[in-house]
């Protein structure tokens, strides 16, 4: 029986379902639900998933061994780390040598002329993608000190409303840090603190410390007052190891914090000596910080040196991080950029990328969850995106019965969202035929 028609029979009636499907035991919510059911060597468990009005009626575990279903389900994903505003512009701000700097200056530049048809054609086609690729959930940085920034986030208040029930968006206000200082930058922390939004902000070497520590204890100070989490590029480097991160421990020493900092990159405390990354992460888990490791981008712009390629490559420590207690979450970030041109908010794509890059497995708890309930936890999602009675009836299906034909054969795949299947894809010339 083929994948397709397989699904077909099993739909019953709309929101409603049940099928036979490998479920990662990390995954499953509840323990007594697969009491006594065995899990193969790669930790998927086989299980009849039941639904009804969009939400799992019931669990049970299948225990005839010659029966093994040939589908994955996966909860659908959120993204934790996205730049919407700036995607697929590559072909308007190309950056072929592929360096830090590069990127920076074609990206400032493209954000000078860029139209607002120009900035709904990327948020678009980001969103169609992510949606057919299973995606429920996406933090997107948004590049906002130009002249335009405020009229932005009119259009993109709207795109959020027109997309609210498929894709739960989230934007973190992106500037430069001494940003927040300036009559404009309160303007617009008002209205970030208004939606639920975060404030954002660059920190990498070379900086001024004073002045970066100033600028940097103005923004805790004002989204402490405002009540609005953070969520900072930090130390996206393969200098000055994890300066941008100290600065941030130091300040968290003198204020009291009630919001919730997210370090995104945090790549060059990677290259530090293990008893001090160790130090380091256990005072992030004290200070109860985020990090978002983001190894497809580290990898391609970070420590370029000419014509010989570097082996020790910046990376957040995210085992490290993981055993201190802090929450890590792997994300996407930029895709067909100049800051990085590949990529397409395929969720399934990122792990069989970041996953060799990051040596994450996605049979081991820690490895999984990076990409599933860490970034749910941190983008504070209702559902975490356990499976278990109860839970939404919102999933990915993967048209295998391992993890390493799913990360290496391109499976077919069926999403499912509130219970009902989604239909194909739109046909690629659809989405593409804007040329911007
Ligand atoms: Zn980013």
Not at 33 to 57: A, H
Not at 147 to 171: C, P, V, Y
Not at 371 to 383: E, G
Request: proline share 5%; charged share 20%.
């Amino acid at each position: 029986m083929n994948f397709a028609k397989n699904v077909e029979l099993i739909v019953s009636s709309p929101k409603s379902g049940c099928i036979n499907v490998l479920v990662p035991r990390c995954l499953i919510g509840n323990g007594q639900d697969v009491l006594g059911v065995s899990t193969d060597n790669e930790g998927l468990c086989p299980l009849q998933v039941e639904w009804r009005d969009g939400k799992i009626s019931s669990i049970k575990g299948l225990n005839d061994a010659s029966k093994v279903p040939n589908e994955i389900l996966l909860p659908r994903f959120a993204e934790p780390h996205a730049h919407l505003d700036k995607a697929f512009s590559w072909s308007r701000a190309p950056n072929l040598r592929g360096s830090y700097q590069e990127a920076l200056v074609a990206n400032l530049t493209d954000y000078k002329l860029r139209s607002q048809d120009q900035l709904i054609f990327s948020v678009e086609k980001s969103l169609n993608l992510a949606y057919f690729n299973g995606i429920r959930a996406i933090r997107s940085h948004i590049d906002s000190f130009g002249k335009d920034a405020m009229s932005d986030w009119d259009l993109l208040e709207n795109i959020r409303k027109k997309w609210r029930e498929k894709i739960l968006l989230q934007f973190v206000a992106l500037v430069p840090l001494n940003f927040w200082q300036t009559y404009e930058g309160k303007l617009l922390a008002q209205r970030v603190a208004c939606n639920g939004d975060l404030l954002g902000g660059v920190i990498a070497p070379p900086f001024n410390k004073k002045e970066t520590f100033n600028s940097l204890l103005n923004l805790v100070q004002l989204a402490n007052r405002l009540r609005c989490d953070i969520d900072i590029h930090i130390d996206e480097s393969q200098t000055w190891p994890a300066a941008g991160l100290k600065l941030l421990l130091e300040i968290l020493g003198q204020v009291d914090n009630e919001i919730s900092i997210t370090c995104s990159h945090l790549s060059s405390m990677g290259l530090l000596k293990e008893k001090k990354i160790s130090n380091l992460a256990n005072k992030m888990a004290e200070n109860k910080l985020n990090v978002v490791a983001l190894p497809l981008t580290n990898s391609w712009l970070l420590g370029r040196k000419g014509r010989s390629t570097l082996i020790k490559r910046p990376l957040a420590p995210i085992f490290q991080l993981q055993k201190a207690g802090v929450v890590v979450s792997v994300g996407g970030d930029n895709v067909n950029d100049s800051w990085f041109p590949l990529f397409n908010f395929d969720p399934i794509n990122l792990m069989a990328f970041s996953m060799p890059i990051a040596h994450l497995s996605p049979w081991d708890r820690l490895g999984l969850s990076p990409f599933t309930s860490s970034a749910s936890h941190m983008l504070s999602l209702q559902w975490d995106g356990t499976i278990q009675k109860g839970s939404p009836a919102d999933f990915i299906l993967l048209d295998s019965n391992s993890w390493v034909k799913a990360l290496s054969e391109r499976p077919q795949r069926k999403v499912v969202v509130n219970g009902e299947f989604l239909n194909e894809m739109p046909k690629r010339k659809k989405i593409n035929n804007d040329s911007f």
